[in-house]
């Protein structure tokens, strides 16, 4: 694997949707490059028609699919930053 | 127990006898956090009125002839990633700060239901996010056996509450470790149950697949009596397994004849300090004088449990912590588009560890590096799997050091992320593989608290409560306390 830069850094924190310092970026390109180095370990095992486990769950628990009572609106509000009418409000979400 | 701290099993008969009071307990209780977490920082938030208040409905209830729960009047403390309606849960993060939850998790209401008192929230690494308790964005807690080195965590302050008796149990959570390996570094009991043991509702996550809900105690009878109130199946978490909830305590009177121990001694060759592998050995002799008998086993794929946890972990973290963004609840940094506020939101309200993990799960879920890495690292923790259901055939449970070495001292492995990723050789394993796995205190080495670990075959939780019950009648290392005045040891 190529070594992470900065470059590979700042596309991933888009993604993440982070903004980081100057320093964070410097930081966790070295940092990632170390891991990821040491994580290189199981590249060399042989995988070969081995079922990937996405979980350890050996049940899964529906409950009867029948209407409930839930959250009441004022409460799931409640820790909003901002909110207007029963609703969230956020900032402009296309440029002006 | 000695007579002045009473664990849980011992304070749940006498307020059921009615020798004392939950009230009088729960004011014993916060009096000692009043007079003991200044220096260890151990509580978040301590609860004193709703305990209270609680602490006298559990005695009306008894007063008026009602049958008194198995916890009855035992002060606990709660991880702060545990949610109690109109309690501040901060998960250890400035993006929480301020948060009170509409919902109780399910651990903590059936640990109220018990009859259990909740005396605060705890400290915690942010997010769950490291093995120090030095990631919380709001103090760092001290080791009470040397104030100079780390408790372990993530569940750290969970586990400082219960070594220095400010309360009986405490709830932790462990997707890598975090119950266990502080337990360890304590001198106390953690037990992470199944995957799937405990319901997940009201906890906030970290990785899915991999996070489960367990108690911390000074004893296996009062972890046992705590794991028996939190088990079993919950509608509200689909991954909650439908399976028996036995009744852990009585459980412990089998003993440990003829239980056999696997020790994979080959996982263990390297970078164990000599003082952990000293203590571990004694560890297995006096599991032997209980009458249980060690068998090799090996673990082929156990070395890359690291890598493989680090991949699979961060994947769902990145994931997971997306909700965290500044619209529904907890910090809102202002800027002019609603990209720039997601953005300078979470970068002042997460700390370095989350930020670098956020980054690290990101790009192993990126296009080009999926195959590589967290496809790659799904298919390595199906191989540790198999791996223990190997072992698991030879004996029923797995011994091994909780951790490769005893508490660290604080600032000592911060500025080496990869050093501090290594500290969880020996908990990730069983997160990977789903299965319950037991801390106890195993001895001392210069002064420092060492876990032994117990691993156990899906949903046996009895096995390895019984086999720790046993060893702790063998021994005396969970008798011991931390010396009340601790400055480091130089």
Known sequence: MPPVTVETVDHVARLARLSLTAEEREAFARQLDQVLAYAESIQALDTTGVEPMSHAAAHETFREDVPRPCL????????????????????????? | MSEARPGAAEIARRVAARETSAEAVTREHLDRIAERDAGLEAFLTVTADRALAQAKRVDAAIAGGAAPGPLAGVPVAVKDLLDIEGVATTCGSRILEGYRPP?????????????????????MDEFAMGSSTENSAYKVTRNPWDRARVPGGSSGGSAVAVSTGMAALALG???????????????????KPTYGRVSRYGVVAFASSLDQV???????????????????????????APVEVPDFRAALAAGAAGLRVGVPWSFLEKGVDAGVMAAFRRALSDLEAAGARTVEVTLPHAPHAVATYYIVATAEASSNLARFDGVRYGLRVPAADLQGMYGETRDRGFGAEVKRRIILGTFVLSAGYYDAYYLRAQQVRTLIRRDFEGAFRQCEVVAMPTTPTPAFRIGEKTADPLQMYLEDIFTVPANLAGIPGLSLPGGFVDGLPVGIQLLGRPFDEATLLRIGHAYQQQTKHHLQEPPENSDSLG
């Open chain 1, 72 to 96: 009441p609106r004022e409460a799931a509000l409640a820790a909003a930053p901002d909110a207007e009418d029963g609703l969230f409000r956020v900032p402009r979400v296309l440029g002006g």
């Open chain 2, 173 to 191: 959570t462990d997707t890598g470790g975090s119950i266990r390996q502080p337990a360890a570094l304590c001198g106390i009991v953690g037990l």
């Open chain 2, 103 to 123: 919902f109780t998790a399910t651990a903590v209401a059936r640990l109220e239901a018990a009859g259990a008192i909740v005396v605060g929230k705890t400290n």
């Open chain 2, 214 to 240: 367990g108690p911390l105690g000074r004893t296996v009878e009062d972890v046992a009596l705590a794991a028996r109130a939190i088990c079993g199946i919950d509608t509200a978490d689909a991954t909650s």
